[in-house]
């Protein structure tokens, strides 16, 4: 046997183009039409950017596997999941239909224990803070983002 350019063996039995005449028959015809529709592909939500920019914050020298991305995205998202249903709970059982910061912020106290959610009722406030004191319009807008 002779190996053809590519690396793969060459049957003897085929004849000229290296392709068996079965090979010919069954190929398969293109799927995607070039003058149709094209479909937007759908967005995975995903917080390994913030993550990977609170780790540059902390260790800016330091980087992350993607394995130790996946555990961190796995926590995160646990963790919201669970913020989430109990400050929900709590919308139920208080008759609301808006969940405000004050569910959160008594979710927050329910769900993480003692110090660990003392410092994040303190951290979340102040991020409702510099949110609240930056008005809507005056806002910077992102470099490259089109305006009108």
Do not use: W
Not at 12 to 37: N, V, W, Y
Not at 54 to 81: G, N, W, Y
Request: aromatic share 4%; glycine share 8%; charged share 30%.
């Amino acid at each position: 046997l002779k190996l053809s350019g590519v690396g793969r063996p060459r049957c003897p039995s085929a004849q000229g183009g290296g392709m068996s005449l079965k090979e010919k028959k069954t190929k398969m015809p293109p799927t995607a039409k070039e003058d149709g529709p094209k479909r937007k592909t759908k967005r995975t939500q995903s917080y390994s950017s913030y993550i990977f920019k609170v780790l540059k914050q902390v260790h800016p020298k330091l980087r992350i596997s993607k394995q130790a991305m996946s555990v961190m995205e796995s926590c995160v998202s646990d963790t919201f999941e669970r913020l989430a249903g109990e400050a929900n709970r709590l919308c139920r059982m208080t008759k609301k239909e808006t969940m405000t910061s004050r569910e959160v912020q008594s979710a927050v106290r329910l769900v993480f224990p003692g110090e660990l959610s003392k410092h994040a009722v303190s951290e979340g406030c102040k991020a409702v803070m510099k949110y609240n004191t930056n008005p809507a319009g005056s806002a910077k807008p992102r470099e490259g983002a089109r305006e009108g």
